[in-house]
């Protein structure tokens, strides 16, 4: 499985879910993409939803399907049931 997290550093939101992950150990698993630094991430999840509005969890499974998670307690939640 490959994870992303789409977010930029000024975001509350994006702190709640960052501050999950640091706390679960789980760094190393999931790539973050900056959307304020990084136009083409920027362009990838406005592509991918519409809009681009952080933090968002890009989740690949392994065999290639995508699915786009929003809202930080919904990302927080299945972390904790998935890593938990």
Avoid: H, N, Q
């Avoid at 630094?37 to 969890?57: H, M, S």
């Amino acid at each position: 499985m490959k994870l992303a997290l789409y977010k930029y550093d000024t975001c509350g939101y994006c702190a709640r879910v960052l501050r999950t992950i640091r706390s679960m150990g789980l760094e190393d698993r999931i790539e973050l993409r900056d959307v304020l630094r990084d136009p083409a991430r920027r362009e990838e999840l406005f592509e991918a939803r519409g809009r681009g509005t952080v933090p968002v969890l890009r989740i690949e499974d392994d065999a290639g399907a995508v699915r786009w998670m929003g809202e930080s307690r919904d990302i927080v939640t299945w972390l904790e049931t998935t890593f938990g």
